[in-house]
């Protein structure tokens, strides 16, 4: 993370209300959110063109999963939190080390698991 700045962020969510309300929810603790993105072609794009400090993953996008993201991310040491409204044990082995949280969730509770990872 750069010093002295905000925490930068990137949100990968298929619905675009939930993509929405997140940002602003984010952004009004101090984020910098980068971008929302539907897909993966798209969150993998943003990432080429922006330096993340951080990611929202939610684990299923439709027809696919953030499971491309979520190896993207690990290898360039950015951590993330992933959220499903799925069972926890259908999420793929990418999401293994990463906290989960079940949707709905309280915003505070990302915060507090989005703070855990940058620290960790």
């Given at each position: ?10 949100i990968?969510?298929?619905d675009?209300?939930?993509?929405f ?33 951080l ?17 993207a ?16 044990d259908q ?7 990463a ?5 709905p ?14 620290h960790?």
């Amino acid at each position: 993370m750069r010093s002295g700045d905000k925490i930068h962020i990137l949100i990968v969510e298929d619905d675009p209300m939930i993509g929405f309300d997140l940002a602003v929810e984010l952004e009004d603790v101090g984020f910098a959110v980068v971008g929302v993105a539907p897909t993966v072609a798209k969150a993998l794009d943003l990432l080429k063109r922006h330096t993340c400090d951080l990611a929202v993953l939610d684990v299923n996008l439709g027809l696919e999963t953030s499971a491309p993201i979520a190896r993207a991310l690990v290898a360039a040491g950015v951590p993330f939190v992933a959220v499903t409204g799925y069972s926890v044990d259908q999420c793929p082995e990418e999401f293994a080390r990463a906290p989960l949280l079940s949707k709905p969730f309280q915003t505070a509770r990302l915060v507090a698991a989005l703070k855990q990872q940058l620290h960790r």
